[in-house]
């Protein structure tokens, strides 16, 4: 299997599924939106429970800025609209244990991407262009919402995420 290195951990992987639009996307973030290569967190654990089992998976990309984790982002091999919903519950459900959804979930096949606001679903952009530079990130912080997770939705979008993300989980 071919390795290629990640663009920002330096680690060998394989060249495997969405792999070559992760790295498009890595190396974006970076060089035309500006973010740090310690700010982005590569396939960040996610566990969700379904029927009282625990299933693993991650999310590909998490964004964070001034220590708050402000993007989630799956990067994808087919289409972006298929995964909308998925990135949708992993950005509700993975900073459950800081109390909060992250604020802007992305789907992007490393050319395109769907960008949304994570606690209304409202789609604010459909451009690799439209995701939030880091500047921009910076002087929308005062004014984010870091807003929890209502809990009597919980349960419902670990279904969600869990029926969207089969080929992830427990890998």
Request: glycine share 6%; net charge positive; charged share 30%.
């Amino acid at each position: 299997m071919e390795q290629i290195k990640d663009y920002i951990t330096g680690k060998d992987i394989d060249n495997v599924g969405p792999e070559v639009s992760r790295q498009s996307c890595e190396k974006f973030l970076v060089e035309t939106k500006g973010y740090k290569k310690n700010e982005i967190l590569v396939d960040v654990p996610l566990t969700v429970q379904f029927k009282g089992n625990d299933y693993c998976s991650s999310i590909d990309l998490v964004v964070c800025v001034h220590k708050k984790a402000v993007m989630a982002i799956t990067c994808v091999a087919g289409s972006i609209g298929s995964y909308e919903r998925e990135i949708l519950a992993g950005a509700r459900l993975l900073q459950d244990q800081g109390d909060y959804q992250i604020p802007f979930a992305v789907s992007t096949d490393g050319k395109n991407a769907v960008i949304m606001d994570t606690v209304s679903g409202r789609t604010l952009g459909k451009k690799m262009s439209d995701i939030f530079s880091r500047k921009k990130i910076i002087k929308m912080l005062p004014d984010l919402t870091f807003t929890p997770l209502d809990k009597t939705k919980k349960e419902r979008e670990m279904i969600i995420y869990r029926s969207f993300n089969m080929e992830k989980i427990n890998r």
